[in-house]
């Protein structure tokens, strides 16, 4: 596309206006508000902006070029040429946007009108899109040019590299920072997912409900804790709720247990009083009819015990008495009875005795009296002789005598005893002798003795002993030892008879004498015996009736204790039947009170039933309600505990808080994919350089640059540093603002060839020389016709010096 | 006699919408509101009884002072009677704070069906008896229907009115049967005429004759989206001879009402505009759901058009998810220099046409414009 011409009628301060424009380059000359960039904004009006607009658009892309000095209308109309061909286009804005025309003319072919349709055709013989033609083609708003202020400011080396600045000045044509974007997309992303585990899809350390975090909480994180605030409320409410219908239901099961206790309580509780009263009355009853039956009992008493004492006490008493007495005599006789005939039996005893005793008397005076002295005399000489005799025996002498010739011979002993032995022929002869032997024979003597003691002397003493022991026993009449013994023995035989016989007569007797006993049976004289001589009987018969008669006697007492206790108590007879007729009006009085209260319930057998159950189940009553209390107390709890809403409420809250929290994600979704899609660009877009964009920037600057740059270092395609003549390298950011206006157009000039290759079209230019010292403008300017020879550009300019310099065609604006 | 009952339930007095603070108290009032106006309908047209069946209120912890408000209401019903059944919101216990102070505050021509028996209206001069099923706790598998049987059906010439609380099988929504769960044929079975009901919000039948036997007025003021009438009551004319003329009454205050609407150009948005302008809207929780894609300028009418509508309705919700900005390749091209970085980085957005990246797409755009704005 090439521009023709382009005509202003009206628009803004140009009222009418018609400016042609030819290949190659155009000059367009005038002084500052001449209306060189009214001509920009007409062509950028005319190539896009719509006639039909809204009130916003309007206001923003057409109010300020209404006419100036009054007037609802503008119109542009731009002469262009595509490959030979002519095109004309016309627009005309209204004021408020609406009700504008356009139309689009092509060189021998239809019309057509309409923003829809114009656009799409003017879209078609443009050279690049929209945004490229608005950013380098007609105006520059690259960040080159705002690099100044970002080096003046920051100086940051990450601009240092020429390469990035160059590569961001292509990326950043318009007008966006990639920094600022990135640092956005950045801020939006942990805006999104600040301590969000976007892996695990949760928080950041799994840091819940329970520990949330507090401070710099991300959109996701923030829903996702309302959501799971509202599931917890949600789940404590209906929990609680749940929790509340039971403790209900069991409030209502122990309401009903008490209901039926209420029921029973409803039954017996409004009688309990009238029952009290009905077994008080019973009770009454029952002392009455008792008190009665003792008065009638101890009035019909009274009467027989008083008859009985009247009549029969004294008459029993006496007639015992007699009795007793007349019992008491029999036995004293039977008594008196049996003693007399001990007495006789006695009596006669010691009367044997005492005749006993004179017969051993008797008996004793006929015998010698040889005591005991004299028999103990007699036998010491007795034993005297003994004693000798053993010791002539004890002198044994053995005599063994064989005769050759039969011998006669007399022997004798030491007690002079002569035996007379014949002794056959060659027979022996033996015997032992004692103390002494003499042999006789008719021829000789022969007398042994034994050679111990004096055996004549023994044998004298012995003789001598023997004429004593004989005059003893002279003395006394006997004629031995054995004869005086037995004469001893005979008297002191009788003289313990005598002895004994008194001693039994002594003993019988007593201290009685008896001459007295003698005299006192005489004088009993013959007695008769009575019947019976069982005293035992006669003492058992008067004790029973001892006992009977105390029986009377007592039972006389009683009665009497009796009548006088009645007469105490009821006074007299008349008066106790009086008594009697006053308890039977209570007794009437109580039987007809108990008609009129209600009976013992039929399912209780006893009053203490009644009660027990009674109070068993006030009991029961007080239990369930004790326990319906503390239950309601626990609901009251509860309910204290539970959230705000309820769980229906809760459960919407909870579902938009879900919804919401999806929603969320999912714009932090959309973020995160941004991110990744800006960060895959910019890796691709480092690795992916424009092509031959280094070599023709080379060429453009280092033609512009007065010899103060002799090369640019490259790094891959881009360049990096400028070399100096002398060799030194400089950044960019020790370059001088004309320098860097050098190098901005050099830039420019390099993105219009490289967007315009190939195509027809135009660079407009609005004096992008004048920060430049002259040197540099005239090889600036050099660099605009070398360019101007393939596009056509269009150059505006206040200064005259930089249109002689272009040497351009020139458009004055006046 | 003919009896006349207006038949209400769901009011949920105390609601407290907190999903809408900037609406609260309105919504909260106008529950208040809609009572009176029932009061006032049922005046007019010379009703008997006045039947609320359960959720008068949303909670059994209300405060002292929606107790009185509301008793103070009813109480200027004419006709003979109000009967208040406890419903699974604001259901009956022994301790209840709610309805001993609402008993207590009440006359004798408000009656709280405490307890599930037959009350006799021969005291209210009405030849009729009410089987009352009060709810006794929130939630419950099984519905208080139980203690009616022909034990309780007296053979005299009463009408016989069960009053009953909970959800009815294949009309109301109660996945896990916690909502005192009742059938048609268990209702029928019992013998009573009519059955009077309450849970429910929506009405139903939705136009009920002289053959519907089982009622549900729904809430008269509505509570949320998924309530989307005007809020309804019943006047129920019975006659001796079990003739029944039934009436349905709009009582409601406010509406909530969703709406999708697809833009596709500036007339849509015009006529969206202009619809929601109009008076009937008044009174409205509009939600709308915005879909389509516009144009730059053309969601900026949008935005003016929601505007105007937020400014006409009670209140407004947009959400617009799917309404985006026509983000097309010729757009990018035309603020953009070519292979700059937004051109670039749009383009590459613009491949994939799934829903992260058109969000994406979006957004990007945004942020782009908004750092060009910045400079």
């Not at chain 2, 049987?149 to 053979?155: E, F, G, H, K």
């Given at each position: 596309m090439r521009i023709k011409a382009l005509t202003l009628q009206p628009f803004a301060g140009v009222v009418e206006k018609t400016v042609e424009f030819f290949p190659g380059l155009n000059v367009v000359v005038g002084p500052n508000e001449a209306g060189k960039s009214t001509l920009l904004y007409a062509l950028e009006a005319a190539l896009f902006t719509p006639v039909d607009l809204t009130r916003s658009k309007y206001e923003k892309l057409i109010k300020e070029y209404l006419p100036a000095n009054g007037g609802n209308v503008i119109r542009v109309y731009l002469d262009f040429q595509v490959n030979g061909k002519d095109f004309q286009l016309g627009k005309e804005w209204k004021a408020g946007g609406k009700g504008g025309s356009c139309i689009f003319k092509s060189e021998g072919s239809s019309e057509y009108i309409g923003d829809e349709k114009v656009s799409e055709l003017i879209n078609q013989y443009l050279p690049a899109q929209e945004g490229t033609i608005r950013n380098v083609l007609l105006t520059w708003q690259s960040a080159l040019d705002r690099t100044k202020d970002i080096f003046d400011n920051s100086g940051t080396d990450v601009r240092s590299d020429l390469g990035s600045i160059l590569r961001s000045s292509i990326m950043e044509t318009d007008g966006i920072s990639i920094d600022k974007l990135k640092e956005k997309l950045e801020w939006e992303y942990k805006d999104y997912f600040n301590h969000w585990d976007i892996e695990k899809k949760e928080p950041e350390n799994r840091r819940g409900i329970n520990n949330p975090y507090t401070r710099d909480v991300g959109k996701i994180l923030s829903v996702y804790y309302d959501k799971e605030n509202k599931k917890r409320d949600y789940k404590l409410a209906s929990q609680i709720e749940e929790e509340i219908d039971k403790i209900n239901d069991e409030i209502r099961a122990e309401e009903e247990k008490k209901a039926k206790i209420q029921e029973k309580l409803i039954k017996y509780e409004p009688i309990k009083n009238q029952i009290v009263e009905r077994q008080q009355i019973e009770g009454d009853l029952k002392t009455i009819t008792n008190q009665m039956e003792d008065i009638m009992k101890n009035s019909e008493s009274w009467t027989i015990q008083e008859n009985w004492l009247s009549h029969n006490a004294d008459l029993e008493i006496n007639r015992l008495n007699e009795r007793i007495d007349k019992l008491k005599k029999s036995r004293d006789q039977v008594r008196a009875y049996l003693e007399n005939k001990e007495l006789r039996k006695r009596f006669k005893k010691i009367k044997d005795l005492s005749d006993r005793l004179k017969e051993a008397d008797e008996r004793l005076s006929q015998v010698s009296p040889i005591t005991r002295e004299d028999i103990d005399s007699l036998q010491k000489k007795n034993q005297q002789i003994e004693e000798i005799e053993k010791i002539i025996t004890a002198s044994k002498l053995r005599l063994s005598f064989n005769a050759k010739t039969s011998q006669n011979f007399i022997t004798k002993d030491a007690t002079g005893q002569k035996e007379e032995h014949l002794i056959k022929k060659n027979h022996t002869f033996e015997k032992i002798f004692h103390g002494k032997l003499a042999i006789e024979h008719e021829e000789w003597s022969l007398e042994v003795q034994s050679g111990e003691g004096d055996v004549n002397a023994l044998i004298a003493q012995k003789e001598k002993t023997r004429k004593e022991l004989k005059a003893e026993l002279t003395k006394i009449g006997v004629t031995c030892l054995t004869e005086a013994k037995s004469e001893n023995k005979k008297y002191e035989q009788y003289k313990n008879e005598v002895y004994f016989a008194r001693q039994a007569y002594q003993d019988e007797l007593g201290n009685d004498d008896y001459k007295q006993l003698e005299k006192k049976i005489e004088s009993l004289g013959e007695e008769k015996e009575p019947h019976s001589l069982d005293t035992d009987e006669l003492t058992a018969n008067i004790t029973d009736t001892i006992r009977d008669l105390k029986m009377i006697e007592n039972k006389k007492e009683e009665y009497e204790n009796n009548i006088s206790q009645w007469q105490q108590k009821y006074g007299t007879k008349r008066e106790l039947l009086l008594k009697i007729g006053g308890k039977q009006y209570q007794l009437e009085k109580a039987q007809k009170k108990l008609k009129n209260l209600p009976e013992l319930p039929a399912e209780f057998t006893d009053y203490k039933s009644f009660f027990d159950l009674l109070d068993l189940l006030n009991e029961k009553k007080e239990n369930y309600l004790e326990n319906i209390y503390k239950l309601r107390d626990k609901k009251i709890e509860k309910e204290q505990g539970k959230p705000e809403f309820s769980s229906e409420e809760l459960s919407v809250m909870l579902n938009e808080a879900e919804q919401n929290y999806k929603r969320v994600f999912l714009e932090g979704e959309a973020v995160a994919l941004i991110k990744s899609k800006a960060s895959e660009l910019l890796e691709s877009i480092g690795k992916n350089p424009y092509k031959d964009f280094q070599s023709r920037f080379k060429n453009y600057f280092l033609n512009m640059s007065t010899g103060s740059f002799t090369k640019i270092e490259m790094d891959d395609d881009y360049p990096s540093k400028l070399i100096k003549p002398d060799g030194s390298k400089l950044s960019y950011?020790?370059?001088s603002f004309g320098t860097k206006d050098t190098f901005s157009l050099a830039l420019r000039l390099t993105m219009a060839d490289y967007f315009l290759a190939g195509k027809e079209g135009f660079l407009v230019l609005d004096d992008?020389?004048?920060?430049?010292d002259l040197a540099r403008q005239e090889l600036a300017a050099q660099q605009i016709k070398e360019f101007a020879r393939k596009k056509q550009v269009i150059f505006l300019t206040c200064h005259t010096h930089t249109a002689d310099l272009l040497n351009g065609r020139s458009i004055k604006i006046c | 006699m003919a009896i006349k009952i207006f038949h209400t339930a769901d009011l949920h007095l105390g609601m407290k919408f907190a999903g809408y603070p900037e609406i609260q108290d309105k919504l909260i009032n106008a529950r208040y509101e809609t009572l009176e106006n029932m009061v006032k309908i049922a005046n007019k047209e010379e009703c008997d009884l006045f039947v609320i069946a359960g959720d008068l209120f949303d909670r059994i912890t209300v405060k002292a002072g929606e107790i009185s408000r509301a008793v103070k209401t009813l109480n200027e019903?004419?006709?003979e009677l109000v009967m208040a059944l406890p419903g699974n919101h604001d259901y009956y216990t022994k301790d209840s704070n709610l309805w001993n102070n609402f008993s207590q505050l009440a006359g004798d021509r408000i009656l709280v069906l405490k307890e599930p028996k037959v009350y006799d209206l021969k005291n209210y001069h009405l030849d009729a008896a009410v089987f009352s099923c009060p709810c006794?706790?929130?939630?419950?598998?099984?519905?208080?229907?139980?203690?009616?049987?022909?034990?309780?059906?007296?053979?005299?010439n009463l009408i016989k009115i069960g009053i009953v609380h909970g959800s009815l099988e294949g009309v109301s929504p109660d996945f896990d049967k916690t909502y005192y769960p009742m059938t048609n044929e268990e209702l029928e079975s019992k013998g009573l005429d009519p059955w009077l009901l309450g849970h429910t919000h929506l009405s139903w039948p939705e136009n009920p004759d002289k053959n519907s036997r089982i009622l549900i007025p729904g809430t008269p003021e509505p509570d949320g989206f998924d309530c989307k009438h005007a809020g309804n009551a019943f006047i129920i004319n019975l006659e001796p001879a079990s003739k029944m003329k039934i009436q349905k009454v709009s009582t409601g205050k406010y509406r909530f009402l969703i709406k999708q609407i697809t833009l596709n150009d500036e007339d849509s948005i015009k006529r969206m505009e202009e619809k929601y302008n109009k008076e009937e809207y008044e009174n409205t929780i509009l939600r709308l759901v915005l879909k389509g894609r516009l144009k730059r300028e053309e969601l900026l009418k949008v935005k003016e058009a929601i505007k105007s509508i937020e400014e006409k309705v009670l209140h407004l919700q947009v959400i617009q998810e799917e309404l985006d900005e026509e983000i097309t390749p010729e757009l990018i091209n035309s603020e953009f220099t070519q292979d700059s970085f937004p051109h670039q980085l749009l383009m590459s957005l613009l491949k994939n046409k799934d829903f992260t990246a058109n969000r994406a797409l979006q957004k990007a755009y945004d942020i782009i414009r908004e750092i060009k704005n910045e400079d």
């Open positions: 950011n020790l370059l992008p020389l004048v920060d430049m | 019903f004419e006709g006794s706790s929130k939630h419950s598998a099984e519905n208080m229907l139980g203690w009616i049987s022909a034990d309780n059906l007296t053979s005299d």
